[in-house]
């Protein structure tokens, strides 16, 4: 049993240092792509410096390492092991009686591990990083007006109204929206306030209007109520738990959000009618990374463990690095399955891993006992 120990804490400890550095080497070499995109587009405007892009490209790094890192564990898992196998240490440690199974523990403890600090730690920096080379592009690079101008310059929106009655709701549509400054401007307001039963109880009309601190600001407004004629309010006051980041956040990417932030956000888009698909299917995936790194731990182990007096090596390694791209092709068209809502969240990011620790499990069997 010392020997089973000491021999996992030695491939734990170079399965590790091969699995960090694909990490860093890969996410410096998708890095290094990006920079020039970005010193491509900020060629083209005389006023942005070439600094802009080193910052940007340096904001990108979080980001790039999480999506780099089941592809770090998979290839720096194929290089541990071809390298013990190579030099016959594997082969000795299953002579001696050793299993592949409690040697492997320790390596898959160790990937797992790095999954879960991806998630838990990684993600928060990833989030607030990505969300601020977001902006910096958008202002500088893209000279685009926000994403509610993308989105038309409309805004839809459903919250909570327990003013009007408990349970009831309050849904916004606003025709003319603009963000400037942190501060969001709506004009050609309706609300429609109804109970919990969805009836109409109140129409409210407003020319302009703000969000502001806890409340919508309306300026010349009219209320309608069924069976009575409008009645010229002027300014008023609807209550609101929304902010503005978070009305700006819900038309950003997911990935500007960190695990910890996600489920909170997600009942609030729940509450106030935003789609929130895009949200779980991130969360999801955030939760699965764990998973996907042993899953990949696995596989590599699965392909590269080959004694190499039986030949084949080379198509066995090439066959671990498929069935790699193969199980992140699969995860990306599940994931646009779960967008689409053809898929439940859940199931989109959790489905591609189970498939492939289910691989990983049959090729050791075979290997072990076949």
């Known amino acids: 049993m010392p020997v089973a120990i000491t021999l996992s804490f030695y491939i734990a400890r170079q399965f590790t240092l091969s699995m960090l550095a694909l990490i860093a080497a890969l996410t410096g070499l998708v890095s290094l792509f990006d920079f020039i995109d970005l010193l491509r587009r900020a060629a083209t405007r005389p006023d942005v410096p070439a600094s802009l892009a080193i910052e940007i490209a340096a904001l990108h790094l979080p980001y790039f390492c999480i999506q780099i890192l089941p592809f770090g564990v998979l290839l720096g898992g194929i290089i541990c092991f071809w390298r013990l196998t190579r030099s016959s240490e594997l082969i000795v440690a299953r002579a001696a009686g050793i299993s592949a199974w409690q040697f492997l523990a320790a390596p898959l403890a160790c990937a797992m591990a790095v999954g879960l600090a991806a998630t838990t730690l990684l993600s928060p920096l990833s989030s607030a990083t990505y969300a601020r080379a977001e902006a910096l592009d958008n202002i500088y690079l893209r000279n685009s007006g926000g994403s509610l101008n993308l989105a038309g310059g409309e805004l839809w929106l459903r919250q909570s109204d327990p003013g009007i009655q408990p349970g009831g709701v309050a849904i916004l549509h606003a025709r003319d929206v603009m963000m400037q400054k942190g501060r969001l401007d709506v004009k050609q307001i309706s609300v429609f306030r109804l109970d919990s039963q969805d009836r109409l109880l109140l129409r409210i009309e407003a020319g302009s209007g703000q969000l502001g601190a806890h409340a919508w600001q309306f300026e ?151």
Do not use: N
């Open 220 to 370: 010349d407004a009219r209320t309608v109520s069924p069976d009575h004629l409008p009645k010229y309010i002027g300014a008023m006051r609807l209550p609101t738990d929304l902010t503005v980041s978070r009305v700006q956040e819900s038309f950003a990417a997911p990935d500007t959000l960190s695990v910890w932030s996600l489920p909170g956000f997600i009942r609030l888009l729940d509450r106030s009618g935003f789609s929130s698909i895009r949200h779980r299917l991130h969360f999801q995936s955030l939760l699965s990374l764990p998973l996907l790194a042993g899953t990949m731990a696995l596989v590599s182990a699965g392909f590269s463990m080959r004694p190499v007096r039986r030949g084949g090596v080379a198509r066995m390694i090439a066959s671990g690095v498929g069935a790699g791209f193969l199980l992140f092709t699969i995860s990306k068209v599940a994931e646009q399955f779960g967008q689409s809502g053809a898929l439940p969240p859940v199931m989109a990011a959790w489905a591609p891993a189970a498939a492939g620790l289910l691989l990983a499990i049959t090729l050791l069997l075979h290997l072990e006992d076949g």
